[in-house]
């Protein structure tokens, strides 16, 4: 009887570790929601909110929101150069940063850009950061979608990316 009950407990366990789903989020502003592996700490201002997630030092998941990009118009016009901008900042941003990708995403019909760019790691400039960013910029407002990791969690930074950028949804 005994053995029963350890057999089913370890089935147990087993099944709730491979069933396990991320916490959906949804943002205080911005209207949208998106998943990570646990619930994020928040970090607000008067104009932004941050999200962030730390799976280890080095491995990471970010949300920013702001709603006040001032005079949209300067952005808009010209929507494919303002992400290209966004890119070279980014990349301008990290050392030895080195642009990988960049494609146009849609959410829920809202066009956003994925950019991924490479780059040495501050405190040891002989690891290889990859950095994956979502960016949707529409109606004054801006979301940034971020994950980054070592070049040796590149398989575990891949799949979390997928999962990721796919729970994004837009209200």
Same mark, same amino acid.
């Given at each position: 009887?005994?053995? !029963? $009950?350890?057999?089913?407990?370890? $089935?147990? #366990?087993? #099944?709730?570790?491979?069933?396990? @789903? ?10 949208? &929601?998106? *998943? ?8 607000? &201002? ?7 997630? /730390?799976?280890? @030092?080095?491995?990471?998941?970010? +949300? ?6 001032? !005079? #949209?118009?300067?952005? =808009?016009?010209?929507?494919?150069? =303002? ?16 642009? /990988?990708? #960049?494609?146009?995403?849609?959410? %829920?019909?809202?066009?956003?850009? /994925? ?6 790691? /501050? ?10 960013? *979502? ?11 971020? +994950?980054?990791?070592?070049?040796? !969690? ?11 950028? !796919?729970?994004? %949804?837009?209200?």
């Amino acid at each position: 009887m005994k053995k !029963n $009950i350890v057999i089913i407990v370890l $089935i147990f #366990i087993v #099944i709730n570790s491979f069933g396990q @789903t991320w916490p959906t989020i949804y943002s205080k502003h911005g209207d949208f &929601s998106f *998943r990570m592996p646990s619930t994020p700490d928040l970090n607000e &201002s008067e104009t932004t909110l941050m999200y962030s997630y /730390e799976v280890d @030092t080095t491995f990471f998941l970010q +949300i920013k929101y702001s709603e006040n990009l001032g !005079n #949209i118009s300067i952005v =808009t016009n010209n929507l494919n150069n =303002t992400y290209k901008l966004f890119a070279q900042h980014l990349i301008y941003l990290t050392p030895n940063g080195q642009l /990988e990708s #960049i494609k146009t995403v849609y959410t %829920n019909g809202k066009e956003g850009k /994925e950019i991924g760019i490479s780059y040495a790691n /501050e405190q040891n400039t002989s690891i290889k950061m990859y950095l994956f960013v *979502r960016v949707y910029i529409w109606d004054s407002q801006i979301a940034t979608f971020t +994950i980054g990791a070592p070049e040796s !969690n590149l398989s575990t930074l891949l799949s979390y990316k997928t999962s990721f950028f !796919n729970s994004i %949804n837009f209200n």
